[in-house]
């Protein structure tokens, strides 16, 4: 399968704990996005790459999340001191922006995602 | 500010009837819109964009610039059609670069025959 993966696809864990997800996009794509959803709710915007450097993040961010995409490739998310309002979906997509093209914003291609449940 | 918004958190049509999902959005800029698919227990997968003007599954999209609107629309809905359906925008930055991609709560559609 070479499309997005995220792992691990569930983790439960103990308020207080950290957490770590991993995204590997789509080979030659240069973005990289990172997506949160709760039940009911669309996708929201947390934050995003385009090689390795990290061009925007949402509010929703906290000083307990941190994301990288060290090398341009693969993408962290860790979650320090996790509370009950950080379970959700965790979502990563990718894609190919070509700047000055006629589709300058390419398609996302999404994960399954990573869900979290803190107790 | 980036904004999408879908009134309609569930639609339900019979099999045949037309289907008109809305989106409105606020973004001062010049934007891309853009239909995402989230068929049952799949990923959630791009539908139409507006720049490519295409009918996909039968699904047209109209970008209306005055009206800020980019409403989804199929005159015969498919039971197959059922699924939830995110509206998304993503705002240009400069002359060449485009950002991050906002979406709305999504629309659940149930086709029933």
Same mark, same amino acid.
């Given at each position: 399968d070479t499309g997005v993966s995220q792992d691990p696809r569930h983790k439960i864990t103990k308020r207080g704990q950290n957490v770590t997800f991993r995204c590997d996009p789509i080979?030659?794509?240069?973005r990289l996005y990172w997506y949160r959803q709760t039940l009911g709710q669309g996708p929201e915007f947390l934050t995003y790459f385009q090689n390795e450097a990290q061009l925007e993040k949402s509010r #929703?961010?906290?000083?307990r999340f941190s994301a990288e995409r060290p090398k341009g490739s693969f993408s962290t998310l860790e979650i320090q001191r996790t509370e009950q309002g950080d379970s959700a979906m965790y979502l990563c997509a990718s894609s190919i922006s070509r700047e000055?093209?006629?589709?300058p914003t390419g398609e996302l291609f999404f994960g399954e995602g990573s869900r979290l449940t803190v107790l | 500010a980036q904004r999408v918004t879908q009134p309609e958190k569930l639609l339900s049509v019979f099999k045949g009837a037309p289907v008109e999902l809305k989106c409105n959005y606020s973004y001062s800029g010049s934007p891309e819109l853009f239909w995402y698919v989230q068929y049952s227990r799949q990923r959630l997968q791009l #539908?139409?964009?507006?720049?490519?003007r295409e009918s996909i599954k039968g699904f047209t999209a109209d970008l209306n610039k005055g009206e800020t609107s980019f409403h989804l629309k199929k005159p015969f809905a498919q039971e197959e059609d059922s699924a939830m359906y995110y509206c998304a925008l993503s705002g240009r930055m400069t002359t060449d670069s485009w950002g991050k991609f906002q979406f709305g709560a999504g629309t659940q559609v149930v086709v029933t025959p």
């Open positions: 080979s030659e794509h240069n #929703l961010l906290s000083d000055g093209s006629q589709f | #539908l139409l964009r507006h720049i490519s």
